[in-house]
């Protein structure tokens, strides 16, 4: 395969843009369910993330640039190099020396590392926001939304209550247990829910309504339980709220 200038070019630039994308995905599970899919790579929610981050990026860099020679120009205090190390006045220049220089490529290479890592930290801050998790994830499931941030809440565990397909004349086994993550599907549906400190019981579904019955008693509680869509047939859900002073 052949790299072309211009398609490396296009790499070094949208760099800062995908450490946006990368940074806003990772807030977004920090301390959360997984209430909504997550942006697909294809999406027009990640083209504006990563277009729009380089862009932002770019700007605040080549600002940088300008503050530093005004600085510079005013102070007479920077030591001076064999190059100018502007690599935006450079580009637009096309100034050949600056390419032939290995300390002007290190120095480029390393001010986009630099600038990625500051999108990242940037992006995951804005990211944690729940306005901007909103603006940019649109979901109708907001009813998902809302247990995600409970179980973001220090002082709220959420428990859920999960009736499974598998059952003999009416018995059906139950799980019940502490919510750890949850998985959207696209049709606005569970697709599958991970529990911890699971305990197991039945439920008897019968014309008089539905009856739980006796726990398990002869085993301990599962430490981890992943459930899929395909083997449950209902799921409630109760949030606990705890008094911090107690």
């Given at each position: 395969?052949t790299?072309?200038?211009?398609?490396?070019?296009?790499?070094?630039?949208?760099?800062?843009?995908?450490?946006?994308?990368?940074?806003?995905?990772?807030?977004?599970?920090?301390?959360?369910?997984?209430?909504?899919?997550?942006?697909?790579?294809?999406?027009?929610?990640?083209?504006?993330?990563?277009?729009?981050?380089?862009?932002?990026?770019?700007?605040?860099?080549?600002?940088?640039?300008?503050?530093?020679?005004?600085?510079?120009?005013?102070?007479?205090?920077?030591?001076?190099?064999?190059?100018?190390?502007?690599?935006?006045?450079?580009?637009?220049?096309?100034?050949?020396?600056?390419?032939?220089?290995?300390?002007?490529?290190?120095?480029?290479?390393?001010?986009?590392?630099?600038?990625?890592?500051?999108?990242?930290?940037?992006?995951?801050?804005?990211g944690?926001?729940?306005?901007?998790?909103?603006?940019?994830?649109?979901?109708?499931?907001?009813?998902?939304?809302?247990?995600?941030?409970?179980?973001?809440?220090?002082?709220r565990?959420?428990?859920?209550?999960?009736?499974?397909?598998?059952?003999?004349?009416?018995?059906?086994?139950?799980?019940?247990?502490?919510?750890?993550?949850?998985?959207?599907?696209?049709?606005?549906?569970?697709?599958?829910?991970?529990?911890?400190?699971?305990?197991?019981?039945?439920?008897?579904?019968?014309?008089?309504?539905?009856?739980?019955?006796?726990?398990?008693?002869?085993?301990?509680?599962?430490?981890?339980?992943?459930?899929?869509?395909?083997?449950?047939?209902?799921?409630?859900?109760?949030?606990?709220?705890?008094?911090?002073?107690?």
């Amino acid at each position: 395969m052949t790299w072309s200038f211009a398609l490396v070019s296009a790499c070094l630039f949208l760099f800062p843009g995908f450490c946006c994308l990368a940074g806003f995905l990772y807030a977004g599970r920090i301390e959360r369910l997984s209430a909504v899919p997550d942006v697909a790579p294809q999406s027009t929610t990640s083209f504006v993330i990563v277009i729009g981050g380089a862009i932002m990026a770019h700007f605040v860099a080549s600002g940088g640039f300008a503050l530093q020679d005004y600085v510079c120009l005013q102070s007479q205090m920077c030591h001076p190099i064999d190059f100018d190390p502007n690599i935006y006045r450079a580009v637009t220049t096309r100034d050949l020396r600056f390419g032939a220089q290995e300390g002007a490529i290190f120095l480029t290479l390393l001010g986009l590392v630099v600038l990625g890592l500051l999108c990242v930290l940037i992006a995951v801050q804005f990211g944690r926001n729940d306005r901007v998790q909103d603006f940019f994830r649109p979901s109708n499931a907001t009813w998902l939304r809302d247990l995600a941030r409970a179980s973001s809440d220090d002082n709220r565990v959420v428990l859920a209550y999960v009736m499974c397909k598998a059952g003999h004349d009416g018995i059906f086994a139950a799980y019940e247990g502490i919510v750890e993550s949850v998985s959207h599907g696209a049709n606005g549906q569970i697709s599958n829910i991970t529990l911890s400190s699971v305990d197991r019981f039945t439920i008897e579904v019968g014309k008089r309504g539905i009856n739980r019955r006796g726990e398990a008693q002869d085993s301990a509680p599962i430490s981890i339980l992943q459930i899929d869509q395909s083997e449950f047939s209902n799921i409630g859900f109760e949030i606990l709220q705890f008094d911090p002073e107690d």
